[in-house]
């Protein structure tokens, strides 16, 4: 159980709430604890012709008063206890995706959405119970079975021997059920991360299952996921299904031995009928404490499980971190140098990047053009640092982005990705996801540059549109439209445009690249694209090819070199030509 040593500052903060809810869940024990006594007193009463009307009426009221005082109390500890457990399911799954959000880009290289989503949710929920429901039936049964325990020896130390014979053979059985249980458990979880991975891959790629007619093998998948899962449960529930039997049987045995053995005591004198009538109370409620041992092995070793798996998480550290003495980024004023950088990613062997060296002056246009994987991407993600370089270093304004913070480095940097990623909320929260504050003339100015104000217009609710998953509602050409607004909204020192008019008509795009021209005059822009026309304006393009400079210069200095430039040129001139014919 050394997993939940995780949480002990949450344990340091909550303890009152811990200390005063086990301090009402004992009240209600004893207070349980009590009736057997009652009846004790009430049968000798009974049996030696003592019992009065008065002493119905007062044991009456007795047992009545502990049942209401039973009831108040239980509804304490239940706030207290399963209302902290509720805190901390609260907590954890607040501390783990603020961890979710501070680890490196590699880490979800490798990690599957369905895993992550059912530690978020299956994980925590399972820690939750063990630490509500387990904590309540440990103290329970420890409880009851210590006070049960005495109460039954003070009445006769042999009738409580024998009674409690199948005792020892149950922890063994116990033991063994638990390890099956922690085990089963883990395959669980499993298997339901796997289905859950499945369940998001189909949702959110649902044009392209629909589009190949894939339903029918989907279907087909998800039915052997869910029959996996199914297995893996049913394993779980016939442990767990024969436990509590087996728990029962032994109880019964308890019994037996208890009304034979305790009944030719009653007849020798040995014991009072009101002991044997206590004793047997004491013994009925000694079963829930076997009961219970069930429940908290199978919660406690399922929350144990998933407490390792989420420590798993969060001892995972970020591979891109700030150093011990990293300064801020207030401004950029001077100019970008990468110097022989080497980029590999990681589970990689080539070099997205080779031996890279550009120097890009502050208030200038740089454009990259290049064949499908000659690194023009990697060039963004090595200044934004999503990504570290195996060799060679990136300043800016003469200091080495190494030794920058992140935040302060990040927020320089306006970036529009080539997936255009766009969350499912208003276009309005989405083009001023990435400011502090924004007015709706900010927002409506930067659609306006991007060339969307028009569309977001024609929509019903215009700006307060909801877009779906992933602007799944939206067109190619909307979505990386508003998430150019979306950069543009921050009025970075440095824009970073990957192939984000890809999915742009040249008309348009070209009214986008003039916009951009006067909105950002004498600001830094990177404009990566597979089209010329895209960035033949810039103050200096060059030509990747394997991670290295091909060539580099000017639209018409490039054209005059009649290599891959101008090949990607007249290329791209014939292509225009057979699309307008």
Sequence with gaps: MTSFLTLKDFFIKNKWKYFLGITWLVI????????P??????????????????????????????????????FLWRIYIIGTSRELQYYLRNRLFSHFLILSSDFYNHSKTGELMSLSLNDISAVRRALGVGLILIIDSVLITVVAVTMMITTDLRLTLFALIPFPFLVLIIGKFGKRIN?????????????TDIVQENFSGIHVVKSYVQEEEEISKFRRKNQIVFDKKMNLVKIFGMFFPVVQLFAAFSFVIAIGYGGSLVINESITLGDFIAFNAYLTLLV??????????????????????INKILNETPTISDVAAAV????????????????????????????????????KSIGIIGKTGSGKTSIATSLLRLYEPSDGNIYIDGISINKLKLS????????????????????????????????????????????????????????????????????????????IARALMKSPNILILDDSLSAVDTETEEKIINALKFERKNKTNIIISHRISTIKHCDLIIVLESGAILEQGTHEELLNNHSLYSNFYQKQLLQKKIDEE
């Design 408 to 483: 302060s480095l990040r927020k320089q940097i306006g970036y529009v990705d080539q997936d255009s990623f766009l969350f499912s909320d208003t276009i309005s929260n989405n083009i001023a996801f990435g400011v502090d504050s924004s007015t709706q003339s900010n927002i409506e100015r930067a659609s306006k540059t991007a060339y969307i104000h028009k569309n977001i217009m024609d929509f019903p609710n215009q700006y307060e549109t909801v877009i779906g998953e992933r602007g799944v509602n939206l067109s190619g050409g909307q979505k990386q439209r508003i998430s």
């Design 183 to 195: 085990y089963q458990s883990k395959q669980v979880q499993k298997s339901i991360a796997s289905l």
């Design 288 to 309: 829930w404490p076997m009961m219970a041992i069930g429940w908290v092995v199978n919660i406690m070793q399922r929350g144990a499980a998933s407490m390792e798996r």
């Design 328 to 363: 801020s980024l207030d401004s950029f004023t001077h100019e970008i140098i990468f110097d022989s950088v080497t980029l590999c990613y990681p589970n990689s062997k080539n070099r997205a990047l080779n031996n890279f060296s550009l120097r890009i002056p502050a208030g």
């Design 37 to 74: 006594e009652i009846l004790r007193h009430f049968t000798d009463r009974l049996q030696n012709n003592l019992l009065t009307f008065n002493h119905i009426i007062n044991y009456g009221l007795m047992i009545i008063g502990i049942g209401i005082s039973i009831a108040i109390f239980r």
């Design 28 to 35: 209600v024990d004893l207070l349980q604890l009590a009736i």
